[in-house]
């Protein structure tokens, strides 16, 4: 990824300012862009050339980009746009490459929200991969950005989990809490309002009862991941309300030995 962000600013006698220096990597792309598509001779394409009800000029990638978010740009419009950017990214240099960053922006911003429960550098990962995928997608068929953006997506997710630090403490016997057992405590946090009955059952299966999120995904018909998170917020939501003092100390003791002191499973988990 270091290698990437060093390769964006573009060296074509533009002067980049210092709002790009340290900021996040979409940021980067995007000034780039703008230091690209700025002065007598932006990074562009030529409409006329293109067709599809293009404006017929030359159109610079930053207004290019805008032109393809619109409703009125047809999926045939696009692809005839995205076959060309890849093929000038492939064989004219650094700069297309990040021109062509900057006009999958939006997709890729897109695709940083859903994968925002991870917690590795989520932006850079995307970047990475996208870059790779401009490489390899094959640019013939239809929906061209959406196979590109698709494969990014998938890519990035992939590096992202196998980064994930996996937490290696042995499990414990769960203790009873002097405020009752821990499936009667969730219970009264579902009166609360702070989880769901259904969050309820997942952590009580889960946490108490020993069924691994993969096996409780499985018999939900539901994947692992979307599980685990769903699990993840629920408890997220516990423990701020046990910080904000909304539950009695035994219910809080007794949702923290729940939540805190099994280790996290993972997808092969049995």
Known sequence: MSQFVSSVLPAAGCDAPRLVLGAQPFDVAANSLRLLTTGPEPLSVDGAALGGGLPRRRIPLSELASILMHPSCDHATSDQVWRLLIGRARTDGPAWVVGAVGVALPGLRQAAYRLRGFTGDVQAE????????????????????????????????????????????????????????????????????????????????????????????????????????????????????????????????AIAEATTTLAADRPHDG
């Open 126 to 253: 995307l970047l990475t991969a996208f870059v790779a995928a401009l490489r390899g997608v094959k640019p013939g068929g239809a929906r061209v950005v959406q196979r590109l953006l698709s494969a990014t997506f998938t890519a990035a997710r992939a590096a992202l989990r196998a980064a994930e630090p996996v937490r290696t403490n042995a499990p414990v016997e769960l203790p009873v809490a002097a405020g009752g057992h821990p499936d009667v405590v969730l219970a009264r946090a579902v009166a609360a309002g702070i989880i769901t009955p259904g969050e309820a059952e997942l952590i009580g299966a889960t946490r108490l009862e020993g069924v691994s999120v993969a096996n409780y995904a499985q018999r939900a018909g539901r994947g692992y991941w979307a599980v685990a998170k769903e699990r993840s917020r629920a408890e997220e939501r516990l423990v701020t309300a046990i910080r904000a003092g909304v539950l009695s100390d035994e219910d809080a003791q």
